[in-house]
């Protein structure tokens, strides 16, 4: 099973809209996927609740810090697991990075998303010393006016690699919180974002 995360110490850049979104376009692609929501806040339960079963995303709440001592227990029924991270840097946020192959930290062309980075990169840096060293890499989110070079070079400044994909600010991803399926564009552009080594 593969498990791919999204998290940022900051709220409102996205995380669970992609995490539901890529959940879907993962289970489009034919995949079995799990949506392991680990925000208390509970909206990927709650969106799965209403049209999980439609899209074929079966969903789960995680609120103890366990993530990396779960994933082996679902790794025979999915091939795919999706974690919504919280907007905080907790112990929740250290089990998803113990079990994630792969973490993506949706931030808006915003320096105020930028700033949140460092205690993401602290954390990550602790995580490495450790040797725990998933793939992670900033997808810019929630576009409408790009990014500028001064951002790219401060969020590269903390060691980040930035996901050639962007997400650019569109209905689709609105509608996503509506039960509304998504776009041949949309799919690919996530299916591109998971295939990154």
Known sequence: MRTVAFLHQKGGTGKTTLAIATAMALAEQGARVLLLDADVQGTASEWASHWGERFRVVARSQIQPIVHEQASRFAPRFEWMVVDGPPMLSDMTTSILRAADQVFVPVRPSY?????????????????????????RVVWNQV???????????????????????????AVWLNVMEGQPLTTEAVDCLMRLVKEP
Do not use: H, Y
Not at 114 to 127: D, F, K, P, Y
Not at 144 to 170: D, L, N
């Open 112 to 136: 105020p998303d930028i700033w949140a980075l460092e205690g993401v990169a602290a954390l990550r840096a602790t995580l490495g010393n450790e040797g725990i060293n998933p793939a992670m």
């Open 144 to 170: 409408v006016e790009w990014p500028t070079s001064a951002m790219r070079v401060v969020v590269e400044s903390k060691g980040f690699t930035i996901s050639p994909a962007v997400i650019q600010c569109e």
